[in-house]
């Protein structure tokens, strides 16, 4: 079947028709007014024939007048790639000659530089692709362009935006010119432009059904004829938009949910054994200070809804503060906004007796914990590590669990959510002693000057760990080279298999591989399994070679800067404001000896993450022998509850994971990921007034001081990043399973964060300035360009 008339094509023929023609059919079948056409299906184009007689004899049926043809590959309008203007279109041909030429044009296009190219960024199969090629009546239009029935820029679904121009619509959509601009979101307009209120409506209209017919927002090709008769050209979803949150049945709106996974340097997506421990444990976290927040499912992270802390008169107030140290200058922009927002005013009520008591006896908690912390630091720390110590033992499975049953009660039983006093409270009393010397030397001290203050913090875990790895660099002797010229992976694959020579990295993983980026997500390899990363990273300090450069003495000349930066700090802010002064030097002081501990609570939690993966993970490869999964880690993409159907009732779950693989898949190509949303998708920061600085310069917020210019390595992913010694390190995102990568970088720039988040706060021990809340480096920002990034006025410089 080589020619069909469009009206025949279904959804179901996409293999046959493509993308674009079983869109089209789908509008006719709705009942929408589409020019007549017919597509040349993919079996002509995998025979490698032009069906010259079909063609031309279906030509002839519509009139043999001037036609437009358009591709239609079999992956094009997809949910997830749009493909919109990577291949080709011909219009107004006419006569049979040129309407084959034309076909063969499109053909040819199927794999051209730009679509190729662009099916590899999607990580679309290059492999059995075919080409389909739609020819329809020409329309003649006197005004065309394109409808998004949601706005594309905010994410916001209750708009829809129009950009028209006079004739043919080709350069709105091609983006040669702009024209002219509606947002339609219900107020009533006068006629301006090259569109009338009336066709305006009808647009809205059409956009309504369209979304309701699809079930997605939709992007839209349109014509307006001289006779005033709109014609749809093509409708494909929008595939940019971030996911809407959950409907909140029975619940005020609008709402806004306030994006958690960064706080853990985490952007990308969450499997859904992950999503439901981490739930789990930012629950009982927020619960133990005495904070209640549903955290919920959007696009794969984690958001907490806090519309009710919003509208609470009490809560409201200190809202903005509480996000300063772990959520960051962006969130609290977002917040500012959302409070300004007169459907976010506070309401009458508040919290009930029983959490106004629980709150309560957290904060009476807190208060002991917090003085008790302060005043004898090296207790409170030596308690910590215990506790610690006692968490890795608990966090051991039984040696008798012997059945994929026993393995799943096991995994059921298990608390991840124990936030002992003795492991809370000095973390707390380290992050207040950072951020409240800051108000009480205001006009004393800048910054930049108390950020130096807090450098060569000792006591944290990961700088600890790094340095371990730095010194087993130091070791390797005879082994430089092979570590040096052998592929990451490929040394990981024989450090697993026994055949890579002892130089030390089973140690190192006995102590830190339960560990490794995204490590809070139980669906993410720790390095224990997969040390890819730490073979990288060991390369990037071979390549250190002036000993000056090391990590040690770097964190060396950090803490002896710091230490020398706090007396003469202390003893001006004692002579300028004698009370003030004291107290802001007791504090800076504790928070030398306690702020280091931020990292030791998380360490400790995830040994119990990797024994309950493990467990999964053997359950997991039962389920695949009995084939009821691909493969072991497909437990990963299944639920609890899902697991104990598929062991005790057999139920298979491939087609579930695969689903929700191919989901995953999708999600872990978004570059971006909205700070806070609102319940009709509104990206708040979208409507936000961006900080404007000179050309060239991108605005974002000190978190380390110094200034360095050096050439930008922009890294994704750090299972594999090669960082040259003073190279500048720009990413989203960062957690202690990047921190290998700061030890030969010079400078830190990342698009999220917090002062005292994790990759501030380790660029600090190690000296290096770091800008953060830089939005969009990743993509202003190119590997190789000359940057330079200073740490105290929080800007980035692109040469």
């Excluded at 040129?98 to 296009?109: G, H, M, P, R």
């Amino acid at each position: 079947m080589y020619v069909l008339p469009l009206s025949e094509v279904t959804a179901e023929m996409s293999d046959l028709a493509g993308g674009k023609a079983a869109g089209l059919g789908a509008l006719i079948r709705h009942g929408e007014r589409v020019p007549e056409g017919f597509c040349v299906t993919t079996e002509a184009h995998r025979h490698g024939v032009v069906p010259v007689a079909e063609i031309i004899l279906a030509y002839e049926r519509l009139g043999a007048g001037p036609v437009a043809v358009r591709s239609s590959a079999t992956a094009e309008d997809l949910p997830h790639a749009s493909f919109a203007g990577q291949q080709e279109t011909v219009l107004g041909v006419t006569g049979a000659a040129e309407l084959i030429a034309a076909v063969e044009k499109c053909w040819d296009s199927l794999h051209s530089d730009r679509a190729t190219a662009y099916r590899e960024a999607h990580e679309i199969d290059q492999h059995g692709l075919a080409m389909a090629v739609v020819v329809q009546r020409m329309v003649t239009p006197a005004v065309a362009g394109v409808l998004h029935t949601a706005n594309p820029l905010t994410g916001r679904r209750n708009e829809m935006v129009v950009d028209a121009a006079p004739g043919l619509g080709t350069a709105v959509v091609d983006g040669a010119t702009a024209g002219d601009h509606y947002v339609l979101d219900g107020v009533a307009r006068d006629d301006t432009g090259c569109l009338t209120s009336a066709q305006l409506e009808r647009l809205r209209a059409a956009g309504e059904r369209l979304a309701g017919h699809f079930g997605s927002p939709q992007d839209v090709e349109w014509a307006i004829d001289a006779d005033d008769v709109l014609w749809l050209l093509q409708s494909r979803p929008i595939t940019s938009l971030f996911p809407l949150p959950p409907a909140a049945t029975g619940k005020p709106l609008p709402r806004v949910y306030l994006e958690f996974g960064h706080v853990q340097g985490m952007l990308r997506p969450v499997t859904p054994m992950g999503m439901a421990s981490l739930r789990a444990q930012i629950t009982a976290m927020l619960a133990a200070l005495g904070v209640r927040v549903e955290i919920v499912d959007i696009g794969g992270r984690l958001y907490g809804d806090l519309t009710d802390l919003a509208r609470s008169k009490s809560s409201r107030k200190r809202l903005v503060k509480l996000m300063a140290v772990d959520f960051g200058p962006r969130a609290q922009a977002v917040m500012r906004h959302v409070l300004a927002d007169p459907r976010f005013a506070p309401t009458r009520g508040g919290r009930g007796a029983a959490q106004q008591a629980a709150s309560l006896r957290t904060a009476g908690r807190a208060a002991v914990g917090i003085v008790r912390a302060l005043a004898r630091p090296d207790t409170a720390r030596i308690r910590m590590f215990e506790a610690v110590d006692q968490l890795r033992a608990r966090s051991v499975a039984p040696d008798d669990l012997r059945t994929t049953a026993e393995r799943l009660r096991f995994v059921e039983a298990r608390d991840d959510t124990d936030h002992s006093d003795a492991i809370m409270w000095p973390i707390v009393a380290g992050m207040l002693a950072t951020a409240l010397p800051s108000p009480l030397l205001k006009g004393i001290a800048g910054p930049d000057e108390i950020h130096a203050v807090l450098g060569g913090m000792p006591h944290n875990v990961t700088i600890e760990m790094d340095l371990a790895l730095w010194r087993l660099a130091q070791g390797v002797g005879e082994h430089r080279r092979l570590l040096l010229d052998t592929p990451p992976d490929e040394l990981a694959a024989r450090h697993l298999r026994g055949a890579l020579p002892d130089i030390g990295m089973a140690d190192f993983l006995d102590a830190y591989g339960h560990r490794g980026a995204a490590e809070v997500d139980l669906g993410v390899p720790r390095w224990a399994e997969d040390p890819t990363p730490v073979f990288a990273a060991l390369a990037n300090y071979l390549r250190v070679t002036d000993p000056e450069q090391g990590p040690d003495q770097r964190f060396r000349r950090a803490a002896t800067t710091a230490e020398a930066a706090l007396r003469d700090l202390v003893a001006r802010a004692r002579r300028q404001r004698p009370v003030r002064g004291r107290i802001a030097g007791f504090l800076l002081g504790r928070a030398r000896s306690l702020a280091g501990l931020r990292e030791a609570g998380k360490f400790a939690g995830l040994y119990s993450l990797r024994e309950t993966r493990r467990q999964l993970l053997l359950i997991g490869a039962d389920l695949t022998d009995a084939g009821l999964l691909d493969q072991r880690d497909d437990i990963m993409f299944l639920t609890l509850d899902e697991v104990r159907v598929a062991v005790h009732q057999g139920v298979d779950k491939r087609d579930v994971v695969a689903s929700r693989r191919a989901v995953h898949r999708r999600e872990l190509r978004r570059r971006s990921v909205p700070v806070a949303l609102l319940s009709d998708g509104t990206d708040v920061e979208t409507v936000l007034a961006r900080a404007q600085a000179g050309d060239g310069t991108l605005v974002g917020v000190g978190a380390s001081a110094g200034r360095v210019t050096g050439p930008a390595r922009v890294v994704h992913d750090p299972a594999t990043a090669h960082v040259e010694p003073g190279e500048v390190l720009v990413t989203a995102t960062t957690d202690p399973g990047w921190t290998p990568l700061f030890l030969t970088a010079a400078a830190l720039v990342s698009e999220t964060g917090a002062i005292m988040a994790h990759g501030p706060t380790v660029a600090r021990e190690y000296g290096i300035p770091a800008v953060i809340c830089v939005p969009d480096a990743t993509r202003t920002i190119t590997t190789g360009q000359l940057v330079t990034v200073d740490g105290g006025a929080g800007a980035v410089t692109v040469h």
